[in-house]
């Protein structure tokens, strides 16, 4: 069974640092892997999605890496605002054999605060 | 685009009433939506996954007369809690997948539904 860890559970950092998310799963078999934000008591934001071929993808200050083999990913946010201070998640979707949609496996996430 | 639209975002219902919560997505067709609970500071789990025009499959433990889903059209999914407890007051969240461009999009989700049993 796939089980996804982030570490870690809680971060809190001065407004303008550099910070690094780190997830972590149990089945290399992945067909994608996505990030996401979520605010108190809201739904999902997704921030970035990377396929099972994929090394890395960025979206502005937001840079997520994945190491497959290893079972790795990291959520890199450069420059931090006080306006990124939510909860982000990181889900994967295992791939099928047989074909069809998969729901995702998703940590516990990382509840990150920055200090204005 | 893929945005999902999920109604209502807050319910408060008297144990043992039944309650339905719609998932729609607005921009793309859904062949396949995802029901999710999430539990104070715990990680979303999934509970079923809405096939159109089919029974949806329940994820292990998750009693499907407890939680009936209907999925009737390509846009549309609902999540019926029957006879409602307090123990089934949760945070719930549908999701989509986007066919038509999912290499982009994978899973778009709605904004979630607070449901308070009393």
């Known amino acids: 069974k796939q089980e996804v860890t982030q570490i870690p559970a809680a971060l809190s950092v001065p407004e303008g640092e550099n910070l690094v998310l780190n997830c972590s799963f149990t089945?290399?078999?992945?067909?994608?892997l996505q990030w996401f934000r979520q605010d108190p008591g809201k739904g999902l934001t997704s921030l970035l999605l990377?396929?099972?071929?994929?090394r890395e993808q960025t979206s502005g200050r937001l840079n997520a890496s994945l190491d497959k083999s290893s079972g790795r990913s990291t959520l890199y946010i450069a420059a931090s605002q006080p306006g990124d201070s939510a909860t982000y998640l990181c889900?994967?979707?295992?791939?099928?054999?047989?074909?069809?949609?998969?729901?995702?496996?998703f940590g516990k996430g990382t509840h990150l605060i920055i200090q204005p | 685009g893929a945005v999902v639209s999920q109604h209502p975002s807050r319910v408060i219902c008297k144990s043992g009433t039944s309650v339905k919560i719609e998932c729609r997505s607005l921009?793309?067709?859904?062949?396949?939506m995802f029901w999710y609970r999430q539990f104070p500071k715990k990680s979303l789990m999934l509970m079923a996954t809405?096939?159109?025009?089919?029974?949806?499959?329940?994820e292990q433990g998750v009693e499907k007369d407890k939680f009936l889903i209907n999925h009737a059209s390509l846009t549309l999914s609902t999540l019926t809690v029957t006879s409602a407890h307090p123990e089934d007051s949760s945070f719930y969240i549908c999701?989509?997948?986007?066919?038509?461009?999912?290499?982009?999009?994978?899973?778009?989700f709605g904004s979630g539904t607070r449901l308070t049993v009393v």
């Open positions: 889900a994967v979707r295992v791939r099928q054999s047989g074909g069809g949609a998969d729901g995702l496996t």
């Open positions: 990377i396929q099972s071929s994929q």
């Open positions: 999701s989509a997948r986007n066919s038509v461009s999912r290499s982009r999009y994978g899973y778009t």
């Open positions: 809405s096939n159109e025009g089919s029974k949806a499959t329940y």
């Open positions: 089945d290399s078999a992945i067909y994608n």
């Open positions: 921009d793309f067709q859904a062949t396949t």
